[in-house]
């Protein structure tokens, strides 16, 4: 897998990043609504059987490009985003992160703070460790029994050695996840490229540890550009994780909850077009 799609026209000074840590191509919809363009770029890598002739150059909107995190440490994703915005960005860009790609933009912002203009957090995780327990009791308490029983089955797969299928097992769970973390979701396709386990353990092992010592927070210090957040008030990633570390630490934050919205506020019915309408207004 390639490391990168494109979407609309130059100047490419918009990022959007995946979440997971393993889940590439979820960003998408996202890059298509901010672009006007109903696929990727022409030299676009995630679809070789597409002819080129079929691409449109869109009327208006953004160049938007979608990094796709191949590394399996966090430094190296951070060493990667950075090589991939060097290379194809027009500098300074917007950086829209999700989940815990809103951890890595935050990170690579403190670490490179020249490349970007504009932080948004969409959905982010908690940025202080004494938050992070809510959201497994939070998605505990959305689940069928049958569910749960079913979730916490996959976690001793995923651990086991001799199991060669840990990418579907780690697809399977995500599924159950998205369950817990969604309120009214539109009919949507699952885009994510390829579920990638050992990324998702390599890469959160060394997050956890930034954020179980206090480094993760005191990064925001070094952020100068604003930061915007957006949260559904269904998330479990609770709000206040995001809000009140942050709040305390950079210069410039501003926020906004979103109602009836859960983790993904693009396929929530009732929260879709304020998202896009503040997203937009943002950017």
């Known amino acids: 897998m390639k490391n990168l ?56 909107g953004r160049g938007v490009l979608e990094p796709l995190q191949t590394a399996v440490t966090l430094d190296g994703q951070v060493r990667e985003l950075k090589a991939v915005l060097n ?35 969409v959905g982010s995780g908690p940025y202080e460790e004494k938050y992070a327990d809510s959201v497994r ?28 299928n840990k990418n579907a097992s780690f697809t399977r769970f995500g599924q159950l996840m998205s369950l817990a973390d969604s309120y009214d979701p539109l009919p949507h396709d699952d885009e994510v490229l390829e ?24 990064l925001g ?19 206040e994780g995001v809000k009140d570390p942050l709040s305390g630490v950079l210069k410039n934050f501003q926020y906004v909850l979103l109602e009836k919205c859960g983790h993904r506020p693009w396929i929530e019915r009732d929260a879709k077009d304020m998202f896009y309408d503040v997203l937009k207004g943002e950017i």
């Open 221 to 239: 210090k070094k952020i100068r550009c604003p930061v915007f957040a957006i949260h559904g008030d269904y998330d479990p990633h609770p709000f």
């Open 137 to 164: 009791r939070t998605r505990g308490s959305r689940l069928s029994k049958g569910e749960w029983k079913e979730t916490y089955s996959r976690i001793p797969a995923l651990n086991e050695l001799s199991n060669g």
């Open 87 to 121: 290379e194809h960005a027009a500098l300074p860009v917007t950086l829209i992160g999700f989940s815990w790609g809103a951890m890595l933009s935050y990170i690579f912002t403190a670490s490179h703070p020249e490349f970007v203009k504009k932080l948004i957090l």
């Open 195 to 218: 579920y990638q386990y050992i990324i998702n353990k390599n890469v959160w092992g060394d997050a956890s540890k930034l954020r179980n010592n206090g480094k993760l927070l005191k």
């Open 5 to 60: 799609r494109k979407y609309g026209n130059p100047p490419f000074d918009i990022g959007v990043i995946h979440g997971g840590p393993g889940a590439p191509g979820e960003m998408a919809p996202v890059a298509r609504e901010l672009s006007f363009s109903p696929y990727p770029h022409p030299d676009h890598y995630a679809y070789p059987d597409r002819a080129a002739d079929s691409f449109e150059p869109p009327i208006s």
